[in-house]
């Protein structure tokens, strides 16, 4: 598949990836969107009821699509698992508990849960969680972290991204520049992390240059205000000095920057379209949307009129469907 075929619709399609409601497709804008370019796919566990029902799903939506998507998921292990039908209950350890088991355990784990998904049909896992937990009191992260020491989550992390490549299952790191300190949930809210900048390159940036330093493939970008990182009143996800200045200029990151489901609070404050216009601008490449409603399929056209009008650059659309289209290819998942 090569750039120049594709519309300006298509390129923007390639930049979302999106959901949907129950364990087969119904929903109309999703199946449109599939047929015209959409990037990525995401699961969760109402749509996953038993291995034959996810592989025959998987094996039929990247039929009926333009261009095969990133089959994605959040399976991290923990209250974070979404394969709960299938194993009826949770089958693996969080990332704290099972780094405590040991290196070797990690590893193991890591590689049966790569084996797992790749039998499904899975090409993309939103992990490992890079966030170093240093709030006790952290309703959102806790053991989904590996660690509250940030060498521990470096160590521990460089061993899980490595497994994962060896079995072609991409990672996306997450959540820059980190959340580990947050005392609220950006599912609910927009946290604020007020550190100096010392502390956040020391101890929650680190695991992600040392992730880009390893080869993560993709990072995904939080819904967290940064007052030593941001001048304006901005969540990271759309922030232009913490995705391009910071992220891709400072540590030199050049894969895929995806942000956090957009329709969580945390980026409530900010329009759709307006978001979309100040993250592009900023350099993400992809945006997830948890469901395919009518209003993001309206979005893309939206985005469409806004590269028209000189609001978006295109030359960042076709930036970042490059780069998503040259790492199918890296991942086989462009034959």
Avoid: W
Avoid at 153 to 178: D, L, N, Q, R
């Amino acid at each position: 598949m090569n750039i120049e075929e594709l519309t300006l619709k298509q390129k923007i399609s390639q930049m979302f990836i999106t959901g949907f409601s129950g364990n087969y497709v119904f929903n109309r804008n999703f199946c449109d969107l599939l047929q015209n370019g959409l990037g990525g796919v995401i699961f969760f566990s109402h749509n996953i009821d038993s291995e034959k029902q996810i592989k025959e799903l998987i094996s039929s939506l990247n039929k009926k699509a333009l261009i095969p998507p990133f089959m994605s998921i959040d399976q991290e292990g923990g209250r974070v698992e979404r394969t709960e039908k299938i194993h009826k209950g949770k089958k693996y350890l969080s990332a704290k508990n099972a780094y405590e088991m040991g290196i070797s355990f990690l590893q193991d784990q890591t590689k049966q849960i790569a084996l797992e998904l790749k039998s499904y049909g899975f090409n993309m896992n939103f992990a490992p969680v890079l966030d170093v937990n240093t709030n006790e009191e952290n309703p959102i992260i806790g053991e989904r972290a590996f660690s509250n020491k940030v060498d521990e989550v470096i160590a521990a992390s460089k061993v899980v991204i490595k497994e994962y490549e060896k079995y072609k299952i991409m990672t996306v790191g997450k959540h820059f520049p980190g959340h580990g300190a947050s005392n609220s949930d950006s599912h609910k809210t927009l946290p604020l992390i007020d550190l100096h900048i010392t502390d956040l390159m020391e101890n929650h940036i680190q695991p992600f240059e040392e992730a880009i330093k390893v080869g993560i493939p993709a990072i995904m970008v939080a819904h967290v205000l940064y007052p030593a990182l941001e001048d304006e009143i901005l969540p990271a996800s759309v922030s232009k000095q913490i995705i391009h200045d910071l992220l891709i200029d400072n540590l030199s990151f050049n894969g895929i920057i995806i942000t956090d489901d957009m329709e969580m609070n945390g980026i409530k404050g900010v329009s759709r379209l307006e978001a979309c216009i100040k993250a592009i601008n900023a350099g993400v490449n992809m945006f997830i949307y948890r469901d395919t409603t009518k209003d993001i399929y309206n979005l893309i056209n939206d985005i469409e009129k806004a590269v028209i009008n000189g609001l978006i650059s295109e030359e960042n659309i076709n930036t970042s469907v490059e780069k998503i289209l040259q790492t199918k290819q890296q991942y086989g998942i462009i034959q």
